[in-house]
C-alpha cells in the first residue's frame, strides 16, 4: 500500500514491461482462434509488489507464460529488466512458481531444490547452504527427504517456492502461490512476500483472494477476458475518497441516536452501523498456530 | 545440458519398469545357457551370443523407444517443463539433455547385457573346451573384442533409433503416437535395404522417387551388422567401424538438430 517503488527515472528499465501483448491460441481444426490475451499493456517498477488479477480464464497465466518466453506472443513484446522475454538472460534474475506445479516426483524435496539450484549456476558449499535456507523458509525442513510424490497440494506450493527462490533472483513470479495452501501457511507466505519487498526484490503475484492481494500489493491491474480493465494503486482502487470509516466500543442505541443526531446538526450523515466482526481467517490463525503445524513434519 | 541428463537417467532409473527391462534382457541372456544344452561346440556359442544379442536388439528398442517417448512427455504432460524453461535454460539444451539421457540409459543397457554376454561365453567355452577338446578349433574360441564391438554397434542403433524417437516426440502430441512412430522408424530402418534394392531395380519413376527418398531419410540398420561372427580372423577393419560410428552419430545428429528446431517453435 502506499508509495510507489522508486521510478525507473534513472535510467533503470521496468522490472517487468509489457507492451501491446497479444496471445491467441488455435482452438478446434477449423482455425478456430481464441484471443487469451488482448493488447495489454503494463510496467512493474523495480521493488514493487505487483497483483495481476481476473476471472478465471482472463489471461493471467497466459500473459506470465509469455513474459517468460514459454509462449510465443501474436504481436507485442515483454522484457523482464530491460531484456526481451524469449532471451535466455531474461530468465538469469527470475523466480517462477506456476500454477499448480508440479514436479519431479522421483527426487526428494532437497534433491528438487538442489537440481533446480544447479540449473541456475549454483554450486558447492554455497548450493548447498541456500538449499537448507530456502526449505527452512518455507517450512518444509522436516520434510525434505521425502519424495516429492508423497508431498501434498500446500506442501508443492511451498517447496515449488522454495526451487523460485533457490538462486536468489531480483523478480519473483508466483502465480496462484496460495492455491492449497491453508490460511496459516498463506500468511507465513504473505510475511514471506513482504520480508522479500524489504530486501528491494519486485514480486508480480496473481491470486483469486482478493483479501490478501489488498494487504500485500502495491499496484494491482484487473485482466477480463485478456483485457486489461483497470491498473493503478491499491488505495486508489479500492478506496474510496472522501469517506470514513470508524470501530468503537459497543454503544448503547441512544447514545447511537445522539451521535447520528450530531452528525445531522452538522450536516453530516451517519451512513452505517454493524457489529464489529473479526475475519474468520483471524480466527483460524488464532485457533491453529505454528504449534499445531509441527505435528505435520514429524518424521 | 548434462544436468537434464543426469535427471533423466536419474528417472530412469528410479522407474520400475525399466528395471524390469534390464531384468528380462539379463534373464534372456544368462538362461540362454540353459536353453539348449547338448554340447555341440562352437555353433552353440555362436548361438548363444546370436540369444544375447536378440535380446540386446529386441529389449534395447523397445527400451530405448519407450524411455524416450516416456521422459519427454512426463516432463510436458507433469508440467515440470514449465518450471524448467523458466530457468536460464536454452531449450535445445533441454532436448539435447533429454537425448544425452537416453543415451546413457542405452549405453548402461548395452554395457551390462554385453559385459554379461562375454562372461557367459567365456564360461561355457571352457566348459565346452573341458567336455570336447576338440570341438573348438584353436583360434576359432570367442572373440570378446567382437563381442564388444557387438555391444557398441548394438548402443550406436539405439542412439539413432533414440534420437528419431525423440524428433517425433517434439512435434508428436501424445506419446501413444510416438512410440507408435518410433516402432515404425524402427522397422523401416531395418528393412532399409530393401528399399534400396527396389531403388536399383524400379521401373517406374515414382516408385524410383519413393524409394531413393526413403533411403536418403532413414538410416540403414544393415550396416550395425558388421560384427555378426565371434572369430577374431572376422574382426572389421577400424576404418570400418570408425565409419559406421559416423555413419550413427551423424544420423543422431541430424535428427537432434530437427528436434531442436521443432521443440523451439512448441508451446508448453
Ligand atoms: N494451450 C492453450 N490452448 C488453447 N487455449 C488456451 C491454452 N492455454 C490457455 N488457453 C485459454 O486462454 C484463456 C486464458 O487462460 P489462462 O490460463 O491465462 O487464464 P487464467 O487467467 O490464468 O485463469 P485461472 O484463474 O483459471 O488460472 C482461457 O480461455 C484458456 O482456455
Ligand atoms: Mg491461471
Known sequence: MGAPGPDG????????????????????????????????????????????????????????????????????GCAIFGVPSGKVEARRDVGYLPEAPNFYRFLSGRELVVFYGRMCGLAGAALRQRVEEVITLVGLAGSADRR???????????????????????????????????????????????????????????????????????????????????????????????????????????????????????????????????????????????????????? | MWLIAGNTLREAARQRFFQFLLLLAFTLTFGARWLRDFNFGAPELKFLADCGFGAMAFLGAALTIAATAQLFFSEVDNRTALTLLAKPVWRAEFVLGKLLGVAALAAVFCALLTGLLSLVLAWREAELVRLLPDAVAPGGGVSHAMVALGGLMQWLRLLVLAAFTLLVATFAQSQLFSVVTGFLVLVVCHLQHLAQDAYVRAGSAAGLVASALISSVFPDFQVFQIADSLAAADLPATGDVLRVTLYALGYSAAAAGLAVVSFRRREI
Not at chain 1, 503494463?42 to 517468460?68: C, D, H, M, Y
Not at chain 1, 494487504?215 to 484487473?222: F, G, K, M, T
Not at chain 1, 491453529?288 to 503445524?293: D, F, K, S
Open chain 1, 9 to 76: 527515472a534513472a535510467g533503470t528499465p521496468p522490472a517487468i514491461e509489457i507492451r501491446g501483448l497479444v496471445k491467441d491460441f488455435a482452438v478446434g481444426l477449423r482455425g478456430l482462434r481464441l484471443r487469451a490475451v488482448d493488447h495489454v499493456s503494463f510496467a512493474v517498477r523495480p521493488g514493487e509488489i505487483f497483483g495481476l488479477l481476473g476471472p478465471n480464464g482472463s489471461g493471467k497465466s497466459t500473459t506470465i507464460k509469455l513474459l517468460l518466453g514459454l509462449l510465443e506472443p501474436t504481436a507485442g
Open chain 1, 148 to 299: 516429492v510424490e508423497t508431498y501434498s497440494k500446500g506442501m508443492l506450493q511451498r517447496i515449488g517456492l522454495a526451487q523460485a527462490l533457490v538462486h536468489d533472483p531480483r523478480l519473483l513470479i508466483l502465480d496462484e502461490p496460495t492455491a492449497g495452501v491453508d490460511p496459516v501457511g498463506s500468511a507465513e507466505m504473505a510475511e514471506l512476500i513482504l520480508a522479500l519487498k524489504a530486501r528491494g526484490k519486485t514480486v508480480l503475484i496473481t491470486s483469486h483472494l482478493l483479501g490478501q492481494i489488498e494487504d500485500l500489493c502495491d499496484r494491482v491491474a484487473i485482466l477480463d477476458r485478456g483485457r486489461l480493465v483497470a491498473e493503478g494503486n491499491v488505495s486508489e482502487l479500492a478506496g474510496a475518497p472522501g469517506r470514513l470509516s470508524f470501530e468503537t466500543d459497543a454503544l448503547p442505541s441512544e447514545e447511537i441516536a445522539a451521535l447520528r443526531a450530531w452528525l445531522e446538526s452538522r450536516g453530516r450523515r451517519l451512513e452505517s452501523v454493524a457489529p464489529a466482526r473479526r475475519r474468520l481467517e483471524d480466527v483460524f490463525r488464532a485457533h491453529v498456530g505454528r504449534g499445531a503445524r509441527s505435528t505435520e513434519e514429524k518424521r
